[in-house]
């Protein structure tokens, strides 16, 4: 394995899970009346590659289910970026 291909499985990992906690620190902050974190945030860090993470912490803490851009736009991340996944491991393998 090389190390760019590591590099960017320990991003992906790191970013997921960032993602994951993300939601959760959003969710607690939404019950207990703090500032919250921005949709927008919340969004791009989706973008940036850890779509799975955010769909897992929407999930998993029932956070922003009901909003359509969260609802039906994670998915559509998700799914766009496992596209790019088969596509990059067909292509350089």
Known sequence: MTKIILALLLYLVAINIIAFFLY?????????????????RLITISLL????????????????????????GLPLILFL????????VYYFL
């Open 24 to 40: 959760g620190i959003d969710k607690w902050k939404a019950r207990h009346d703090k500032w919250r974190v921005t949709e927008a």
């Open 81 to 88: 970026h496992l596209v790019l996944a088969v596509a990059a």
């Open 49 to 72: 590659g850890g779509s799975l993470g955010a769909y897992l912490g929407m999930k998993t803490w029932r956070h922003k289910t009901q909003h359509p851009k969260f609802r039906y």
